[in-house]
């Protein structure tokens, strides 16, 4: 059986930094992803910007997360941060995709991380005690080979907390008793779009669009022709949406990803998850039709790709010892062990419904995120970290964004370094100790 001191489940954007994390700490570390690319939905889904890295006062993502969009500006990947168009919020830090899967495969490699992709982990094996679970051993398996790993420290990076579930935690589905969960999205990249146009014309109808009347559209993002959606039920498309929203690719002009529209489902449904994806596909000769016909700035538009996987916001959510509320967010809330700042405001996308309901963070957006929400009740060495931790329906559509996963992955990675060398179940580890390595590490979270 292969042995490490951690083994990530997961390879998302929170999976890679903490593996990182713990790798550069000088644990032996492993990382299983189920899709053969790192990124998790930033590359296999074509999410894009990550938003946002910035409060109303201050840069609070910081780390290995700033890192990350460094290497991707050295590869010309990403602008950086840039003020968002949109006046969502803050800041917005768009970059290619393709530039995404490299630098991620090189700090896992520079690192020397283990890597093994294109398998998934099915089965957990515990040693139960009357308070607590311990993971002895997990089986990853593919189409051909089954392999049992053990570890001391588990980290859940896989997005929906699947492992801790396996693994025997308490968990919630959606809204905890509708079940209800926000709904998935297809997103297009579309080729030979005349940036110019699309410009000319949001400057002279811009009660059509939300933007940041400030901006000088060097880079486009666009949310608005509310008036072209009204007719798009003349197109048959299998979706209402009231409105469009698309991001420009860095260094491709005429390039950029759009969101199509919001399909309802439980992904953990996998004839649900499949109709989600196989609707939205299905749906995409009448979106492209409607957009070349409707869409100032689309008439010559192409679609070069449909994202391999359609994006699943949420599902279910792992019970830490401590779990997320919305007054943690919006109250000021000051909690007993920081870990991270977040700022990205609360929203919602609405199942089966063209609605959003955004909730903003008071002045100056920010929220502090608890040691104890990395912490799954009931297992004595699993971790949690990006979207998968603790948080309930409301605060998770705030907390689920990628650049604070890539600091809660880099927050995990200490962590299981404590708990590894102190040699102590995660729910011990010395918050007084971590305050030191998040210092090292130059993690913003007072
Ligand atoms: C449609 C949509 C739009 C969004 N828009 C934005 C946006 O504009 N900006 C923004 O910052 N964020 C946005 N988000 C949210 C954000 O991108 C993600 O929540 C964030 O990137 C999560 O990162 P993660 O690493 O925690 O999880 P994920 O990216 O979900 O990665 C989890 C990984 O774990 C793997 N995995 C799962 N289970 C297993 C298993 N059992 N074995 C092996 N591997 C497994 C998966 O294959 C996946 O690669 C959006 C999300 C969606 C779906």
Same mark, same amino acid.
């Given at each position: 059986?292969?042995?490490?001191?951690?083994?990530?489940?997961?390879?998302?954007?929170? /999976?890679?930094?903490?593996?990182?994390?713990?790798?550069?700490?000088?644990?032996?570390?492993?990382?299983?992803?189920?899709?053969?690319?790192?990124? $998790?939905? +930033?590359?296999?889904?074509?999410?894009?910007?990550?938003?946002? #890295?910035?409060?109303?006062?201050?840069?609070?993502?910081?780390?290995?997360?700033?890192?990350?969009?460094? &290497?991707?500006?050295?590869?010309? /990947?990403?602008?950086?941060?840039?003020?968002?168009?949109?006046?969502?919020?803050?800041?917005?830090?768009?970059?290619?995709?393709?530039?995404?899967?490299?630098?991620?495969?090189?700090?896992? !490699?520079?690192?020397?991380?283990?890597?093994?992709?294109?398998?998934?982990?099915?089965?957990?094996? *515990?040693?139960?005690?009357?308070?607590?679970?311990?993971?002895?051993?997990?089986?990853? *398996?593919?189409?051909?080979?089954?392999?049992? +790993?053990?570890?001391?420290?588990?980290?859940?990076?896989?997005?929906?907390?699947?492992?801790?579930?396996?693994?025997?935690?308490?968990?919630?589905?959606?809204?905890?008793?509708?079940?209800?969960?926000?709904?998935?999205?297809?997103?297009?990249?579309? $080729?030979?779009?005349?940036?110019?146009?699309?410009?000319?014309?949001?400057?002279?109808?811009?009660?059509? #669009?939300?933007?940041?009347?400030?901006?000088? =559209?060097?880079?486009?993002?666009?949310? /608005?022709?509310?008036?072209?959606?009204?007719?798009?039920?003349?197109?048959? +498309?299998?979706?209402?949406?009231? &409105?469009?929203?698309?991001?420009?690719?860095?260094?491709?002009?005429?390039?950029?990803?759009?969101?199509?529209? &919001?399909?309802?489902?439980?992904?953990?449904?996998?004839?649900?998850?499949?109709?989600?994806?196989?609707?939205?596909?299905?749906?995409?000769?009448?979106?492209?039709? =409607?957009?070349?016909?409707?869409?100032?700035?689309?008439?010559?538009?192409?679609?070069?790709?449909?994202?391999?996987?359609?994006?699943?916001?949420?599902?279910?959510?792992?019970?830490?010892?401590?779990?997320?509320?919305?007054?943690?967010?919006?109250?000021?809330?000051?909690?007993?062990?920081?870990?991270?700042?977040?700022?990205?405001?609360?929203?919602?996308?609405?199942? $089966?419904?063209?609605? %959003?309901?955004?909730?903003?963070?008071?002045?100056? *957006?920010?929220?502090?995120?608890?040691?104890?929400?990395?912490?799954?009740?009931?297992?004595?060495?699993?971790? %949690?970290? /990006?979207?998968?931790?603790?948080?309930?329906?409301?605060?998770?559509?705030?907390?689920?964004?990628?650049?604070?996963? !890539?600091?809660?992955?880099?927050?995990?990675? %200490?962590?299981?370094?404590?708990?590894?060398?102190?040699? !102590?179940?995660?729910?011990?580890?010395?918050?007084?100790? %971590?305050?030191?390595?998040?210092?090292?590490?130059?993690?913003?979270?007072?």
């Amino acid at each position: 059986m292969l042995k490490y001191d951690v083994i990530v489940i997961g390879g998302g954007v929170a /999976g890679v930094c903490a593996a990182v994390t713990a790798s550069r700490r000088g644990l032996k570390t492993l990382i299983v992803e189920k899709h053969m690319n790192m990124g $998790g939905v +930033l590359t296999s889904s074509f999410v894009m910007p990550m938003m946002t #890295f910035h409060s109303q006062k201050r840069q609070v993502i910081k780390g290995i997360a700033q890192e990350l969009v460094e &290497r991707l500006m050295e590869k010309n /990947g990403s602008p950086g941060h840039i003020k968002d168009p949109i006046g969502f919020v803050p800041t917005i830090t768009p970059f290619n995709p393709e530039t995404m899967k490299t630098v991620l495969f090189e700090m896992l !490699c520079e690192e020397k991380v283990d890597v093994i992709s294109g398998h998934i982990c099915t089965t957990t094996v *515990s040693r139960k005690s009357i308070q607590t679970i311990h993971v002895q051993q997990a089986t990853i *398996s593919n189409e051909y080979t089954s392999i049992d +790993l053990c570890a001391d420290i588990f980290i859940d990076a896989t997005g929906d907390g699947n492992f801790s579930i396996k693994s025997g935690a308490p968990y919630t589905i959606g809204e905890s008793l509708s079940q209800e969960t926000q709904p998935m999205t297809l997103i297009l990249r579309v $080729g030979k779009i005349n940036a110019r146009e699309i410009t000319d014309y949001i400057r002279s109808n811009p009660g059509n #669009f939300l933007f940041d009347e400030k901006t000088d =559209f060097s880079y486009l993002a666009v949310s /608005g022709y509310f008036q072209e959606c009204l007719r798009c039920e003349k197109y048959n +498309l299998n979706f209402k949406r009231d &409105r469009l929203l698309f991001f420009q690719i860095p260094n491709f002009s005429d390039q950029v990803m759009i969101n199509t529209n &919001r399909y309802p489902g439980l992904s953990l449904n996998k004839f649900e998850h499949s109709k989600a994806h196989m609707d939205a596909v299905l749906g995409i000769e009448n979106f492209m039709t =409607f957009l070349r016909s409707e869409i100032r700035g689309f008439s010559d538009a192409v679609l070069l790709e449909s994202a391999p996987v359609i994006g699943v916001r949420e599902s279910t959510h792992v019970c830490g010892i401590s779990t997320i509320q919305m007054s943690q967010l919006m109250g000021d809330v000051k909690v007993d062990e920081p870990v991270a700042i977040g700022s990205y405001p609360v929203d919602m996308h609405v199942s $089966g419904s063209d609605e %959003l309901r955004v909730v903003t963070i008071p002045y100056p *957006s920010e929220y502090q995120i608890d040691m104890k929400n990395l912490i799954p009740k009931n297992l004595s060495n699993v971790l %949690l970290a /990006g979207r998968a931790i603790s948080a309930d329906h409301l605060a998770f559509s705030a907390v689920r964004t990628s650049p604070l996963a !890539c600091v809660t992955g880099q927050v995990a990675g %200490l962590m299981a370094f404590l708990s590894s060398t102190d040699k !102590c179940p995660v729910n011990f580890i010395k918050y007084k100790k %971590l305050k030191l390595l998040l210092q090292e590490d130059g993690i913003v979270y007072e």
